[in-house]
C-alpha cells in the first residue's frame, strides 16, 4: 500500500500565497507563513512553498521568507522557484529549509539535478514536474506553466530519477484547482515505473 503523507503546496507570489484554476486566474489566499502553520497544526506532514513567478521574471530566491516560516513551522518544509545552481540551492537550505524543488532549471540544464544531488545528497532534491493531457500525451511545461517544451511526461520523470532526485512533486496542469481529484492513472503508472517517491499534486478535493 502507497504511503500516505499530507503535504498542502503553497503557490507563492510577491510575497503572498496565491491560488489559481489551471495555473490561471490567480488570486491572493493568504500569508505564507500564517497559512503553514495552520496546516501544520491541523495535521499536515510537510509543506511545500513554490515560487511561482521566479524562473519566468528571472527573478533569485526569498531566503527571507524562508527564514521566517523556519521559524515558525516544526515540520518539514521544501522551497523551490528561480533555483538554477548550487549556491541558490545552499542559500535556501541555510535559510532553514529541509529540501529543494527545481522545475525549469534543471529542464534547460538536466545536469543540475546531478549536481544538487552530489552536492546536497538526493534525498534533499526534489524535481517538480508540471505537465497538460494534450491529444493523449501528457506535455511537461516549465516557467510556471507558461511554456511547453515538447518532453514527455513519463520520459523526463525516469530520466530526472536516473540524474538523482531523491522525489518528483507531479502537477496535472488539467487538474490544478479543480478538487475532482487526481490523475490517478498517470500517477499510478509514475509509482510503478520509477522507484522513487512521486508527491501528487493538482486536484484534491476530498478524502476519497
Not at 520520459?155 to 490544478?176: K, P
Request: proline share 3%.
Amino acid at each position: 500500500m502507497l504511503a500516505k503523507r499530507i503535504i498542502p503546496c503553497l503557490d507563492i507570489c510577491n510575497g503572498k500565497t496565491v491560488k489559481g484554476i489551471e495555473f490561471l486566474n490567480i488570486r491572493e489566499v493568504g500569508d505564507p507563513v500564517e497559512l503553514g502553520a495552520r496546516y501544520a497544526r491541523e495535521g499536515a506532514d510537510e509543506l511545500v512553498y513554490l515560487d511561482i513567478t521566479a524562473s519566468h521574471e528571472k527573478r533569485k530566491l526569498f531566503t527571507g521568507l524562508v527564514r521566517r516560516i523556519a521559524e515558525k513551522l516544526n515540520i518539514p518544509f521544501t522551497v523551490g522557484g528561480g533555483i538554477s545552481d548550487l549556491s541558490d540551492a545552499g542559500r535556501l537550505l541555510d535559510a532553514g529549509a529541509d529540501k529543494i524543488s527545481v522545475n525549469s532549471a534543471p529542464i534547460l540544464d538536466p545536469g543540475l539535478i546531478e549536481r544538487l544531488a552530489t552536492g546536497f545528497g538526493s534525498q534533499f532534491v526534489v524535481v517538480a514536474i508540471d505537465a497538460r493531457e494534450e491529444n493523449g500525451r501528457w506535455q511537461v511545461y516549465r516557467n510556471g506553466g507558461r511554456i511547453p517544451t515538447g518532453l514527455d511526461l513519463f520520459g523526463w520523470a525516469y530520466e530526472v530519477q536516473e540524474r538523482g532526485a531523491g522525489e518528483i512533486l507531479f502537477t496535472s496542469m488539467n487538474h490544478d484547482g479543480m478538487k475532482q481529484g487526481y490523475a490517478c492513472d498517470e500517477l499510478a503508472r509514475l509509482s510503478g515505473e520509477l522507484s522513487i517517491p512521486v508527491i501528487a499534486s493538482g486536484g484534491a478535493g476530498a478524502i476519497e
